[in-house]
């Protein structure tokens, strides 16, 4: 079975600064892992995902996220954020090859202060 | 493309009713699936679908039932609705190895 920790619930910054939500990951299979964003009262939108090859996936708005098999993460980062990236943020993994059974974290909040 | 839509976007019952969530989708996915988002606790899968007529149950199934009739179509029921069931239901799709399509969710309330 699969697992995914997200180790920060909230995430409070200023605008323009840098930041990074971890995601953490436990298989025993191949997984392919994702981001997913939620804006308020809305449903979940793809941000980015590793299915394989390159282990630095990106965003076009600017985010970034690097697959680390050897310590099972899968930390997304933003070198500047704005107030529009306010959101919550879900990391999912599932199992390479599978019916593509999400399991979600349980979420990170950030919060851009002006 | 509408993508993937969901009726009712708000809903409250009393317990011990019944409703029926309707999700439908446009992109001829394959796949389908029922979440429910609790505050702290992230999505949970309740049910999934990889074609028309196939069905399985996911991580929370009780209390809860699917059918598949059509590729577009994946309706969840709650038979005997309980305060347990308040939470926010969403309905996905996707083709084989990629990205889940969400719809944009139905707040039950259950009394």
């Known amino acids: 079975a699969q697992s995914v920790t997200q180790l920060d619930s909230q995430v409070p910054v200023f605008e323009e600064a840098p930041v990074e939500l971890r995601c953490n990951y436990s298989?025993?299979?191949?997984?392919?892992l994702f981001w997913y964003v939620q804006y308020p009262n809305q449903g979940l939108q793809l941000l980015l995902k590793?299915?394989?090859?390159?282990?630095l996936v990106e965003s076009i708005n600017g985010f970034e996220a690097e697959f680390n098999k050897s310590q099972t993460s899968f930390h997304l980062r933003k070198p500047s954020v704005h107030i529009s990236d306010t959101a919550e943020y879900f990391c999912?993994?599932?199992?390479?090859?599978?019916?593509?059974?999400?399991?979600f974290g349980a979420g990170t909040r950030l919060a851009v202060h002006p | 493309n509408a993508g993937v839509t969901q009726t009712p976007k708000f809903r409250i019952l009393k317990i011990g009713q019944s409703m029926t969530l309707q999700c439908t989708q446009d992109?001829?996915?394959?796949?389908m699936y029922w979440y429910r988002q609790d505050p702290g606790m992230g999505l949970k899968l309740i049910y999934y679908?990889?074609?028309?007529?196939?069905?399985d149950k996911g991580e929370v199934p009780n209390g809860y039932n699917v059918s598949r009739s059509t590729t577009e179509d994946f309706p969840l029921r709650l038979e005997l609705a309980a305060p347990s069931q308040t939470s926010v239901y969403f309905c996905?799709?996707?083709?084989?190895?990629?990205?889940?399509?969400f719809g944009p969710g139905t707040r039950l309330t259950v009394l």
């Open positions: 996905a799709s996707s083709s084989q190895g990629t990205e889940q399509f």
């Open positions: 298989s025993s299979v191949s997984v392919y």
């Open positions: 590793y299915l394989s090859g390159s282990t």
């Open positions: 999912a993994v599932t199992p390479s090859g599978g019916y593509n059974k999400l399991i």
């Open positions: 992109m001829n996915h394959n796949y």
């Open positions: 679908s990889v074609g028309a007529g196939i069905t």
